[in-house]
């Protein structure tokens, strides 16, 4: 091989080469790797030293992380400490009775034998007493503490008293002093409170002792003594240092290299006589807020030096290794780097996945050789390496997918199992075979109170209350642990720390277990205390009234149908008064429904007050009520009716400064007399009340034989029925007739008529429901319905222009109705409707029942601007006087002088008196029942103004007049 190497160099030494130097290509290889792993060997130290340093700070962060959470517990085990003894307080010989009683000597007696106790051997600085007044009790021992402090700590004694629940505020002055205050509770009632202190100092030691660093507190408080040690760039005293010396020297070349303390928020490095120390600062949660904080100094030198002698070991021997590979770099490309670049210029294609192109590439490229080598192994080699990579890839990717989708139900499985106790809303505990507690989850801890330690070991049988259930329920756990019964079900008392009781339901399964102290026992229970209580409110709103608490209606029916048997069975008469309230609705609509309930809760009082002890009462619904009266005779029944008619007459109810009287009328039926069952009773009784209605109101009345017709009686609960129903759900409608003006022909007025829908859809006419609505008080609601629906309906005809007008009838009761004018006023106004396109009719009849209200209230509607139509002119024998006495604007000539007037004298020389009567009084005329040609066309002739009738058009739904569009809004 050398002689072929010579050869070819003395083949190449020709003329034009002999001035050059030859350098052979594996040295400039070698010279490169060289430079390359010099490289590397740097960029090794490098990164190592960065590793090192990465990987220190890491550590170094994790160890003050341990710091923090060493110096909280450490606090939280002082506070713990504090609070226990607090609690030790109350059980102190004596000390429940001198605390309840507020004994300031006897406190301070008894506590006087355990305070030297308390100071010396558990570090406390000083004790502290107050009543549930907040005032001092008795103190112990010393503080550094002022006025202020003084008043901060009575703020924390207010605030335990009146929360109970105990706090641990830290109080650094000159000192840090770890206080718990704490509620002194006594077979639960509150004691007092207890304050206690205790030093920093031991938690400081404690934690040198477990860390091994240096720890310190510095504090603001400028009332510090001479001899604290100051540092002054940070503005701060230290109030304790361990090893004083040396870390006080720390600290104050710290305090020059970083000037800003809150640069020791985040840890610090410094360089102090050729060691290392690390600083980090961590704030206290004291009362005031930066005053106070912890400082730690670790010594981290042997680290420090650690990573200094790892980097040169490091670069020591990336240097010896660099040699090396020189020689070895020179024999090894001296043959292979021709066929090995062609490996190389190809490997990339695996990494990046081209398996495919890497194996082409290779083919192209490999040489045929006389005899194999490594080089042709490591071609087949690398050609077998891209087909397992890339099968191995494919197997990858598919075991990645299926191990994140298993990670995935394995975490959902885990967390759930994990927290599944935890956060189930029911109690969960477990039981050995001796029947005591060995677990319980947190949802029992929050609902019994108990923790689970406190339970550990407790029979469950303890924690219930005892019945006589107790001795079954104890054998039948015995058979679950025997394995004779797998689940077991009951309902139980649980006892809760605070004296409460719970309503639980249990479910206990048997589990497998080996020895007598596994569980065996798996108690899972529901609390259904809520669900008890719903319960039995339940059971009471099914029988009563929630308002007024009296009867419901169902149970009232129940009370009166025994009351009717024991009188039929003991030959006793009794007596049922059923009344309502006078302007109910009036009340409710003036002055809101919270009055009006108001209102019915005074009247159930008043009632309650008023009847005996063994009689019944009741709300039927609304304003309704009714009293049994068992036992007692006719007179008396009226007596007591006279009575609550007087106690509601006494009774007044003052809203918003409008004071509302309270009136009622009462009916009175007795049994077995007026009805052997509570159907008949209660109609005899409510027609009764309506028939004290009719004598004017606040008044009672007997049933009596006259008033027995049943028919009448079942007539007047039907179309009641049927009446509070239409209202209820909308059934009346309203019709309208045209009526014509007879010299012009044209129909701008309409008679608003009322219907009402029937449950078959039939229409039925007011004739067959009004007297009912007027004996049973509900032609009222009837007349306010009317009135809204009719000018709602006028004020959607006119909104495009039109210029239609609507007579509207008003029942005879209207005039004793004092929430109509506030109606009419009302829908005007929210309408917009002109009240000059608005006629009202009465009935001559009517207006001559009550004359004086009926000319009040058409002058107080005119006033408004609405017209007014006297209807049925002529049926009376003062028509012409009251025509002359009343505000009306058109008189309606009655339909019986006009329906047969063309063939009846008589009735023409009638109806041209009346027409010439009216005219001369300025009022226009109308005639109704014009039923044909003839009658419309004499009626011209006697120069009347408008017809009204079948001939004009009938009375029929306003669509039939008006098209959709004109009514669209």
Known sequence: MSQVIKKEANIEQTPDTEEHTFISFKWKITSLSSLILLAVVLLFCSVSYLGLVANFDNQRGIEYQRFSREINSLLERLSRGLRQQAETIPFLDGMSEALLSDDKEKITDIFDQHWTLLHFHNGVEFVRFYNASNQLTADWGVTESSDNDDEIILQWVKQVNQDEVPINPLLCRKSCIQLTVAPLLIEGQTGGIAVIGISLADALLAFKRISGAEIGLLLHDSNQTVNTLYIEPWDTYIAALTNKNESYEILEHAAKTYPSMDSLREIVQINWKNNYHQIKLYPLQSVNANEAHLVVISDVTSAVNNIHDSIWTIALIGLLGLVI??????????????????VSYTLPLLSSGQFEDFRHSLAITKKKQLYRDEIDMLYDAAVKLSIQLEDLEHKVSSR??????????????????????????????????????ISLNAYGEMLTYYSEKELRDTPFLNILVSDYDSQDLSMHLDEINKGLREQLRHEAITHCKDGTTRHVAWLHSRLSWNSADDPSILSVGLDVTEYKRVEGHLA????????????????????????????????????????????????NDTSGHQAGDALLRMVAGMLLRTIRSDDISGRLGGDEFAVILPEISTGGAIEVAKKILTHLNETQLTINSRTHKV??????????????????????????????????????????????????????VYWKEKIEYALLHDSFVLYLQPIMNIQTHEINHYEVLLRMHDFDGSVLSPAGFISAAEHTGLIHSIDHMVLRKAITQAAKINQNGNNISFSINLSAHAFNDPELLPIIKQELISHEVDPKTLMFEITETAALENLPG???LMKEIKELGCGFVLDDFGV?????????????????????FIRNMTENNDDQILVSALCNVASGFGKKITAEFVENEKIFLQLKKMKIDYAQGYYIGKPAPYNNYFQQSELAE
Do not use: C
Request: proline fraction near 2%; hydrophobic fraction near 40%.
């Open 325 to 342: 590979s020189e020689f070895l770099l020179f024999g090894i490309f001296t043959r292979l780097l021709s066929r090995l670049k062609d």
């Open 663 to 716: 009136s009622a009328s009462v009916g009175i039926a007795l049994f077995p007399e007026h009805g052997e069952n509570v159907h008949d009773l209660l109609a005899a009784a409510d027609l009764a009340m309506y028939q004290a209605k009719d004598t004017g109101r606040n008044a009672w009345y007997l049933f009596s034989n006259e008033d027995r017709s049943r028919e009448r009686v079942q007539t007047l």
């Open 854 to 856: 009926a000319r009040g």
């Open 400 to 437: 990645t997918k299926l191990l994140i989708e298993q990670k995935d139900t394995l975490s959902k499985e885990r967390d759930f199992v994990a927290n599944l106790l935890d956060t189930a809303q029911v109690i969960v505990l477990t039981q050995n075979a001796h029947g005591k507690i």
């Open 876 to 896: 009376g024998f003062s028509s012409f006087y009251y025509l002359r006495e009343l505000p009306v604007d058109t008189v309606k000539i009655d339909g019986s």
């Open 540 to 587: 009471w709103l099914a029988d009563h009234d929630p308002l007024t608490n009296l009867f419901n209606r169902r149970r009232f029916s129940e009370e009166l149908e025994q009351a009717i048997s024991r009188s039929d069975r003991y030959q006793h008469a009794g007596a049922l008064l059923f009344f309502d309230l006078d302007r109910f609705k009036y009340i």
